[in-house]
């Protein structure tokens, strides 16, 4: 009987995707030659291959959960898609050792075989200990790339010579040998300046918004498209120590956080960069002249630390609904509430977008809308909406049923009670010998257990994923039970304004305001995980697919 196949190829960046020969420990193969030698290999082994199973992944081998190709892989496996995965080497399937015991735990779990156009892969006790250990070579050597990728630029800059960069930091530009930095007379007034502005009193986004009234060009500008100047851009700027003759190289190192959205409960993990202690830091002097004094730098930080302790304000919206709700239609950015005063009267606050005032030709310029319509037009919806019998329902059923994590917990399960049976087993043998005799089974003991710590580590992980997932069915019933509780008197006078933000926050709401006169958009669009196309009369929306609604109304004036 043929066996069914599937190819997975990787590579870590996209500069590496198409490169025959990158240097960079990733097999010196593009991701088109080693599907060829995969192919190859499933043509002399007689595999089946369907061009659907061919998987191609432009991503780092350290991560597992994080990688797309390999995810929808390993659910082709779990439903008994193939029967052998070919990959051009142990390393392009995982570089972490105990990620690669997962996946071939998971592996021999289903019935599928693993292929390797590299590498022989034994079936025997002699190859199951060579799995472990090829996977940790490929751990050891993308630890060796990145010790290596270090060793380099800390003898770099040792030398004197700073890290070459995409660019030059504003108001310095490259020297002709590209070893230092010379003063750029077009920028360097503007930083001279922004530093004498702070050390008057001027604020970090007043000075941010008169430079992009002025014209002035982001460092940046070019590459992000646009030059609206932030008030952390400036921020950044004059705590950066080059500008007072204090450079140093190696100032940040990256690291990977979990990072939980207090809005959703949704965990990711993101890349943080953060500042070394200052004794690991490779000092520069000489490559960056000084722009201004070290007094006024000075000046500047405590400034700018008098100014974050004692003037900044606690925003307090009590009487509005939709805040981290309302987005902007144009540029995505989170509406702020504004608020008018004339005279002593006060008018009724409005949202409005936070960069109106950053730029008068960009495109998000003078929209807002009164807090108090969007405020009511929108809970009329979204109350009207959830009344629908089966709507909370259908939603809370979807996450009753599909659990995304289950799969991935029950292969860090699997793996961790057959390291527990390996262990045990590695136990006993070892204390029926004596002397140098036991130190082999003694050395797997202790690989094993660093495996264990690994796949803990997993779980752990994939536990803070699935809280979130149960957060958000919690709060699901928790709307539901609250619905039937007010059953009859669901209206605007009902509910607490925690209560409808928890409703928002349980529909995962988003509302985007747009220009009353923008002849493509209706004045403001609503997007929630139920359906809303009963929620609101035809002459007022326009529906759009799935649980999308663009509500309110041509018909809408006066926002």
């Known amino acids: ?129 060579m799995r472990s250990a090829l996977g940790f070579m490929a751990e050891l050597e993308r630890e060796k790339i990145k010790e290596r990728t270090m060793r380099g630029k800390r003898a770099r800059v040792a030398g004197g010579r700073p890290l070459a960069g995409h660019s030059a930091l504003y108001g310095y530009r490259w020297n002709a040998d590209r070893t230092g930095f ?13 530093f004498a502005e702070i050390a008057s009193g001027a604020s970090l986004r007043g000075l941010a918004n008169a430079l992009t009234r002025r014209g002035i060009p982001l460092p940046d500008g070019d590459r992000i498209g646009h030059n609206l100047w932030a008030h952390r851009t400036v921020q950044r700027m004059v705590q950066h120590p080059a500008y007072w ?53 000075a000046e500047v930080q405590a400034r700018i630390a008098f100014n974050r302790s004692n003037l900044r304000r606690p925003s307090t919206h009590d009487d509005t609904i939709l805040n981290g709700f309302a987005k902007c239609g144009y540029c995505g950015g989170t509406m702020r509430v504004k608020r008018f005063y004339l005279r002593t009267r006060q008018h009724s606050p409005s949202y409005t977008c936070g960069r109106k005032d950053d730029c008068r030709d960009f495109p998000c310029t ?108 919690t709060h699901l019933l928790s709307v539901q039970q609250w619905r039937e509780r007010v059953a009859n008197r669901l209206d605007w006078q009902a509910a607490t304004r925690e209560r409808k933000r928890d409703v928002f926050r349980a529909v995962e709401l988003e509302v985007r305001v747009y220009r009353s006169n923008d002849p493509d958009h209706d004045k403001y669009e609503i997007d929630a995980n139920i359906p809303l196309d009963g929620a609101i009369g035809t002459n007022m929306v326009t529906t759009a697919p799935f649980s999308t609604m663009r509500a309110a109304s041509r018909a809408f004036s006066g926002g």
């Open 1 to 129: 009987m043929n066996r069914r196949g599937a190819i997975y190829v990787r590579v870590s960046t996209k500069s590496q995707a198409g490169a025959a020969d990158n240097g960079n420990g990733d097999g010196g193969t593009s991701l088109e030659t080693q599907e060829e030698a995969c192919q190859a290999a499933c043509a002399a082994q007689g595999i089946v291959l369907d061009a659907s199973h061919v998987y191609r992944e432009v991503h780092s081998g350290a991560e597992l959960w994080e990688q797309p190709a390999l995810t929808v892989l390993r659910a082709a496996m779990r439903a008994g898609e193939v029967d052998v995965i070919v990959a051009y080497a142990v390393d392009r399937l995982s570089r972490n050792q105990h990620h690669l015991g997962l996946l071939v735990s998971e592996a021999e779990r289903h019935g599928v075989a693993l292929a390797f156009v590299t590498e022989q892969w034994d079936e025997t006790p002699q190859g199951k200990f």
């Open 245 to 297: 003759g204090q450079a140093a190289a190696l100032r940040y190192r990256v690291e990977h956080v979990t990072h939980r959205d207090k809005e959703t409960g949704t965990v990711r993990k993101v890349r943080h960069a953060a500042l070394r202690p200052a004794d690991e830091q490779v000092l520069l002097p000489g490559v960056f002249p000084a722009l201004v004094s070290a007094e006024l730098a």
């Open 366 to 473: 003078s929209h807002a809308i009164t807090t108090t319509k969007l405020d009511a037009a929108v809970w009329q919806i979204i109350s009207t909406a959830i009344r629908e019998p089966g709507v909370l329902e259908g939603e809370i059923a979807k996450l009753q049923t599909s659990d995304p994590t289950l799969a991935d917990l029950q292969s860090c399960e699997h793996r961790l009670s057959v390291i527990a049976e390996q262990q045990a087993n590695l136990a006993h043998n070892a204390a029926r010998l004596t002397g140098s005799a036991a130190d082999p089974l003694l050395a797997n003991l202790e690989r094993l257990d660093v495996e264990r710590k690994g796949v803990e580590a997993e779980r752990l992980k994939l536990l803070d994923q699935q809280a979130a997932w149960q957060a958000r069915r």
């Open 182 to 194: 010379e003063i750029n007379e077009e920028q360097a007034p503007i930083v001279r300046w922004i």
